[in-house]
């Protein structure tokens, strides 16, 4: 059960960073630029997700593992995000 988690866990969050990095690369192909901040708009995002898979993990029982999947997800692929591009 923890393994299926953690690869759900990873796969969304492989997938966000994969579809954020996929996004910024047709933006660039387009000629456009990135916007000023979006590191930090994208970083406060993780953080809310973060705090919000913690809270779930607490309050709600195994029967909302998936959604909490999510959030762990979204949350871990906001941080790689993030730090991919520093």
Avoid: N, Q
Avoid at 20 to 34: C, H, I, K, N, Q
């Amino acid at each position: 059960m923890i393994v299926l988690r953690l690869i759900r866990i990873v796969a969304i969050a492989l997938g966000f960073a994969c579809l954020f990095a996929l996004s910024r690369y047709f933006t660039a192909v387009r000629g456009g630029e990135d916007l000023p901040g979006v590191s930090w708009a994208l970083a406060v995002l993780s953080a809310l997700f973060t705090a919000s898979a913690a809270v779930s993990e607490r309050i709600r029982g195994p029967e909302a593992a998936v959604h909490k999947d999510v959030l762990w997800g979204l949350a871990l692929g906001g941080i790689i995000s993030v730090i991919a591009r520093l």
